[in-house]
């Protein structure tokens, strides 16, 4: 099996080749090749993965080539995994502080920050679909890049269902409360559905019994996992669900924009700074052998205790738990579904993928998070409960939104652009929307297309 990995360069790659690594069944992925427009952090990674083979000390450790040629890269693949940041973490740092200057939410993926980026990020993405469907039209695509939801939305418009979007964040909050009334997470039924970053757990099932109505009576339980910190007991009782961290954003808005205009750096101005120390120091030449993976190791260790503090601040609660840095398994996921359509073992995984008849408040093509069965003929989402009317209002502003970014990137059209910024939830006025289009438009050259 020959996995291609688009964004090869990037900082997440060892978190999937450490997984590839342990993993010795029949069908495995033995070849890995990586495809970046940056050949200095191609270089870097390369030195990780290396390190990270030697480590392992395993026969069967996969081959790795790297490449800048998207054709070459592409050709022959089973699995393609997309995980590009257009713009790179200087376009988040402008993502998030554009919108923090209008006193809206600056956030990689949620309000007007993950608007920009997904008009940014659109255009791209069509484009590598068409070249996937041209160069391996038998290839399976894995998409990581976010705004996930809307990015996967536009590469299904060529690829259909061939491609699946995927995100760690549903899959780690069904981890932690599965622990937590005692089950194994492979044994409990994850009641989840929503859009990428906006979606809720309704029931928590184990041998058939719901057992969340027991875990939101429970203080201590709550008090015991990021996200009953973040939302606190009382506001989850309210809603008889357990929302996505990201939701900590729609639920204490103005709170986390007061936090996030306060803070020193927005969280893409940090790991900009961040990452470019990391890739300095595992792409100088000469070094020892295991130095890029050490220096990989903490940067990774730094980056996963600081996320989200502005919101932890925000909600009164300290660092993250041990068991809340346990990653929520972006690379796990990865490579169950991989291994679930590769030897047609069925397995059930929350995923992003095209609605069909799931929640009847959105069209067939609106790309949901959702559990889904996947075997051999790809991902096919589970009947869920409706969504309760407070949940359908969200999840239909924030889909009418994500249309209107698929809609601007098509036509270049402005109009539809600001169109897209005004119809937010978290943006609360027009006006705003046009001044968020102008700042924006006046730092990303990638939104020079917008007319
Ligand atoms: C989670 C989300 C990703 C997001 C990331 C941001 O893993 O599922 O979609 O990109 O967090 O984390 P960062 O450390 O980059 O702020
Ligand atoms: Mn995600």
């Given at each position: 099996m020959r996995l291609t990995i688009l964004g090869g360069g990037g900082f997440r790659v060892p978190l999937v080749y450490g997984a590839l690594l342990g993993d010795h069944a029949?069908?495995?992925?033995t070849r890995v090749v990586l495809y970046d427009e940056d050949a200095a952090r191609l270089g870097a990674m390369a030195r990780v993965l290396a390190d990270q083979a030697a480590a392992a000390g395993v026969p069967d450790a996969p081959a790795v080539t790297a490449t800048t040629d998207l054709d070459e890269a592409l050709r022959g693949a089973d699995f393609v995994f997309s995980a590009i940041r257009v713009g790179g973490l200087e376009g988040r740092a402008a993502d998030e502080r554009v919108a923090l200057a209008e006193g809206v939410l600056g956030q990689e993926t949620v309000g007007a920050g993950g608007i920009a980026y997904g008009l940014r990020t659109v255009p791209v993405a069509r484009e590598i679909a068409r070249r996937i469907a041209r160069t391996a039209p038998e290839a399976w695509v894995i998409n990581f890049t976010n705004p996930a939801g809307i990015v996967t939305e536009a590469m299904a418009e060529e690829l259909g269902g061939r491609v699946i979007g995927i995100c760690d964040s549903p899959v780690g909050l069904g981890r932690r409360i599965a622990r937590l009334v005692g089950a194994r997470p492979q044994d409990a039924w994850i009641d989840y559905v929503g859009l990428n970053h906006l979606g809720w757990v309704r029931g928590l099932h184990v041998g058939g019994r719901d057992e969340l109505p027991r875990l939101l009576a429970d203080d201590g339980a709550l008090e015991s996992f990021e996200e009953g910190r973040l939302f606190g007991a009382q506001w989850l009782r309210s809603l008889g669900a357990v929302p996505n961290e990201y939701l900590h954003y729609y639920y204490f808005n103005r709170d986390t924009v007061r936090a996030y205009r306060e803070a020193a750096r927005t969280r893409g101005a940090f790991l900009r700074d961040q990452q470019r120390g990391f890739y300095a120091q595992a792409g100088r030449p000469g070094q020892p052998a295991g130095a890029a993976l050490a220096a990989w190791d903490r940067t990774r260790a730094e980056r996963e205790a600081t996320y989200m503090a502005e919101n932890r601040e925000v909600a009164g609660v300290g660092e993250r738990d041990d068991s809340d840095l346990e990653s929520g398994g972006y690379e796990k996921v990865a490579l169950a579904l991989m291994r679930a359509i590769a030897r047609d073992e069925r397995a059930t995984l929350i995923l992003n993928v095209r609605n069909g008849s799931t929640l009847s408040v959105l069209d067939a093509e609106a790309v949901i998070e959702v559990p889904c069965l996947v075997d051999a003929n790809g991902a096919h989402p589970v009947g869920v409960a409706p969504l309760p009317l407070h949940a359908v209002g969200l999840v239909t502003s924030v889909k009418a939104v994500e249309r209107e970014v698929l809609g601007a990137a098509a036509s270049g059209s402005r109009a539809t652009a600001v169109k897209a910024f005004a119809l937010h939830p978290l943006v609360d006025s027009v006006g705003v929307a046009r001044r968020l289009l102008d700042g924006y438009a006046a730092v990303h050259p990638g939104l020079a297309y917008l007319r």
């Amino acid at each position: 099996m020959r996995l291609t990995i688009l964004g090869g360069g990037g900082f997440r790659v060892p978190l999937v080749y450490g997984a590839l690594l342990g993993d010795h069944a029949e069908g495995r992925v033995t070849r890995v090749v990586l495809y970046d427009e940056d050949a200095a952090r191609l270089g870097a990674m390369a030195r990780v993965l290396a390190d990270q083979a030697a480590a392992a000390g395993v026969p069967d450790a996969p081959a790795v080539t790297a490449t800048t040629d998207l054709d070459e890269a592409l050709r022959g693949a089973d699995f393609v995994f997309s995980a590009i940041r257009v713009g790179g973490l200087e376009g988040r740092a402008a993502d998030e502080r554009v919108a923090l200057a209008e006193g809206v939410l600056g956030q990689e993926t949620v309000g007007a920050g993950g608007i920009a980026y997904g008009l940014r990020t659109v255009p791209v993405a069509r484009e590598i679909a068409r070249r996937i469907a041209r160069t391996a039209p038998e290839a399976w695509v894995i998409n990581f890049t976010n705004p996930a939801g809307i990015v996967t939305e536009a590469m299904a418009e060529e690829l259909g269902g061939r491609v699946i979007g995927i995100c760690d964040s549903p899959v780690g909050l069904g981890r932690r409360i599965a622990r937590l009334v005692g089950a194994r997470p492979q044994d409990a039924w994850i009641d989840y559905v929503g859009l990428n970053h906006l979606g809720w757990v309704r029931g928590l099932h184990v041998g058939g019994r719901d057992e969340l109505p027991r875990l939101l009576a429970d203080d201590g339980a709550l008090e015991s996992f990021e996200e009953g910190r973040l939302f606190g007991a009382q506001w989850l009782r309210s809603l008889g669900a357990v929302p996505n961290e990201y939701l900590h954003y729609y639920y204490f808005n103005r709170d986390t924009v007061r936090a996030y205009r306060e803070a020193a750096r927005t969280r893409g101005a940090f790991l900009r700074d961040q990452q470019r120390g990391f890739y300095a120091q595992a792409g100088r030449p000469g070094q020892p052998a295991g130095a890029a993976l050490a220096a990989w190791d903490r940067t990774r260790a730094e980056r996963e205790a600081t996320y989200m503090a502005e919101n932890r601040e925000v909600a009164g609660v300290g660092e993250r738990d041990d068991s809340d840095l346990e990653s929520g398994g972006y690379e796990k996921v990865a490579l169950a579904l991989m291994r679930a359509i590769a030897r047609d073992e069925r397995a059930t995984l929350i995923l992003n993928v095209r609605n069909g008849s799931t929640l009847s408040v959105l069209d067939a093509e609106a790309v949901i998070e959702v559990p889904c069965l996947v075997d051999a003929n790809g991902a096919h989402p589970v009947g869920v409960a409706p969504l309760p009317l407070h949940a359908v209002g969200l999840v239909t502003s924030v889909k009418a939104v994500e249309r209107e970014v698929l809609g601007a990137a098509a036509s270049g059209s402005r109009a539809t652009a600001v169109k897209a910024f005004a119809l937010h939830p978290l943006v609360d006025s027009v006006g705003v929307a046009r001044r968020l289009l102008d700042g924006y438009a006046a730092v990303h050259p990638g939104l020079a297309y917008l007319r």
